[in-house]
């Protein structure tokens, strides 16, 4: 079938176009005319000087690379984002199967409510909660030392700090890749599972034979739009919640930009390391969506 030239969709749709012309202009205001700042990083910026600051091409960039605190916050950020993709895609996928499972929609439709309610709050907000259940001598320290163990400082020790950054995140957003992933789990032909019910297959196997196969299109997709935000490992979460005892490892590429430009009031050094995490992440994006439409179908246009 032949495809309809841009041209022509645009003739026939003009509304929806029309709809989202607002925040096409407050986009363009707030997020690409401001893209000119970004000359800063090739600048030795001055505030009284300007963007006529004095022209210093890429010595920010090579600067950065040198210091050891930026190789260390890039791997920072890869080892914390990786893992949030993945266990964002995994722990999701395993609690729809499960409540595709139960038989009670009152006691399903409860457990979605449940597990949906922190998606609506601020990190702010989860940042002092999280504070006082995981401090020393927070609820769950207090449960582990009634049990005879030892105390665990989750939000001061080095090694465990990017674990309990991981898991509180997958905890909190885990709830909307459930609901996503129920969602296509209720376009799956129930005659599959009769015809596999009267050929004998337990339950596992035909979660393994049509459940997990016929949801693997959607698996892929959402693991492959995921991609472009790989950078962004949480800044609102761990600046929230990180301390100077856990940089060593929680210090990620976000934070190390606050630092920078704002605290330390390197400008153009803050801007260099924007414009470092942009460029990587515009060709993370790119890729993602070419990767989704050779893979799961899927195109914008």
């Not at 645009?10 to 929806?16: E, H, P």
């Not at 949030?84 to 399903?108: D, I």
Request: glycine share 8%.
């Amino acid at each position: 079938m032949k495809k309809k030239s841009f041209g022509v969709t645009l003739k026939n749709q003009w509304q929806y176009f029309a709809m989202l012309l607002p925040g096409v202009i407050v986009t363009f205001i707030f997020c690409y005319i401001p893209l000119y700042g970004v000359i800063i990083a090739f600048e030795d910026y001055n505030v009284s000087m300007g963007f006529h600051s004095p022209w210093v091409g890429l010595k920010n960039f090579t600067y950065l690379f040198s210091q050891p605190t930026f190789v260390r916050t890039i791997r920072n950020t890869m080892f914390i984002a990786v893992w949030k993709l993945v266990l964002g895609v995994v722990v999701p996928v395993t609690f729809a199967l499960l409540l595709n499972e139960m038989r009670s929609n009152k006691l399903k439709r409860a457990y979605q409510t449940l597990i949906y309610i922190p998606n609506f709050l601020s990190w702010i907000i989860m940042a002092g909660v999280l504070m006082d259940i995981l401090d020393t001598e927070g609820a769950i320290n207090l449960i582990l030392t009634s049990l005879g163990l030892n105390a665990v400082n989750f939000l001061g020790s080095a090694s465990i700090f990017p674990w309990t950054m991981i898991i509180s995140d997958v905890w909190k957003g885990f709830g909307y890749g459930t609901i996503v992933y129920l969602a296509a789990l209720t376009g799956i032909d129930p005659g599959l599972y009769e015809s596999a019910y009267l050929d004998g297959a337990t339950r596992w196997q035909q979660i393994k034979g049509i459940t997990i196969p016929l949801l693997m299109p959607t698996i892929v997709l959402m693991t492959i739009l995921s991609l472009g935000n790989v950078l962004n490992a949480g800044f609102d979460q761990i600046y929230n919640m990180y301390s100077p005892a856990v940089w060593e490892t929680g210090d990620i590429i976000d934070t190390y930009v606050y630092r920078l430009g704002i605290v330390q009031a390197q400008y153009s050094v803050g801007a260099a390391v924007g414009l470092f995490k942009s460029v990587i992440s515009a060709i993370l994006v790119a890729v993602s969506y070419v990767l989704a439409d050779k893979v799961a179908g899927y195109r914008i246009l």
